[in-house]
Structure formats: structure tokens, C-alpha cells
């Protein structure tokens, strides 16, 4: 049975930097990608960033980029969303999720993931 459990979440102020963890359990992960998600109240849920298990390409929203840092350690078998410069519209529920690589591979921001976590929850007060 797969799982992805996330942690890390937290209240922050904005500037503020936190690092989220996904453990990953339950199969063999180098034929996927991984990715960070976040859903604020009232909004839809939004790609954050992406990372290949074998290759490690990231991949980032535009929103993110240059202040967030995706990246796996593949004998923890844990991905990390490193957050820097966090603001207030960062505020949401965090989800980790996994896809499989040849399908979700080729376009990681908008394809459907297999398997999602429970999420975490992010505040960055102003």
C-alpha cells in the first residue's frame, strides 16, 4: 500500500523559511516523478514543483521559482520542498503526490498523479 506522509508545515512570518518532507513507502518510486502541490481556501489546487526520482529534473511554477528548492534523498526515500522568502499568498494546505513517469513525465504541472498524501499546512503571516 502506498503512502506519502508530509510534515513540516508551520506558521511562519513572511521572509520566513521552512522545509517540507514527504516520506514515501509502500513500492519502488525510481519510475516516477514526485510533486508539491498547495491548495489556499477558495482556491484550486496548483502545481508547485516536481522532481524526477532517477534523473532529478525539477520542474517549478512561476510563482515559486528562485525561492523554493525541490529535492529527494533516495535512501530516506523522501522528497523536500525547501521554502525561502516565504509570503503570505504562499499560505495552504501542502500535498506531496506521486506519478508514474511515463505518463505524468511529460507534462508534470498539469497530468493527473497517482497517489497523493494527506498534506500539511503552511502559514506565512504578514
Known amino acids: 500500500q502506498v503512502q506519502l506522509v508530509e510534515s513540516g508545515g508551520d506558521l511562519v512570518q513572511a521572509g520566513g523559511s521552512l522545509r517540507l518532507s514527504c516520506a514515501a513507502s509502500?513500492?519502488?518510486?525510481?519510475?516516477?516523478?514526485m510533486g508539491w502541490f498547495r491548495q489556499a481556501p477558495g482556491k484550486e489546487r496548483e502545481f508547485v514543483a516536481a522532481?524526477?526520482?532517477?534523473?532529478?529534473?525539477?520542474y517549478y511554477a512561476d510563482s515559486v521559482k528562485g525561492r523554493f528548492t525541490i529535492s529527494r534523498d533516495n535512501a530516506k526515500n523522501t522528497v523536500y520542498l525547501q521554502m525561502n522568502s516565504l509570503k503570505p499568498e504562499d499560505t495552504a494546505v501542502y500535498y506531496c503526490?506521486?506519478?508514474?513517469?511515463?505518463?505524468?513525465?511529460?507534462?508534470?504541472?498539469?497530468?493527473?498523479?497517482?497517489?497523493w498524501g494527506q498534506g500539511t499546512q503552511v502559514t506565512a503571516s504578514s
Open positions: 503526490a506521486a506519478g508514474n513517469l511515463l505518463r505524468v513525465g511529460q507534462d508534470p504541472m498539469r497530468s493527473p498523479y497517482d497517489y
Open positions: 509502500g513500492r519502488t518510486f525510481t519510475g516516477y516523478i
Open positions: 522532481i524526477k526520482w532517477i534523473s532529478g529534473r525539477t
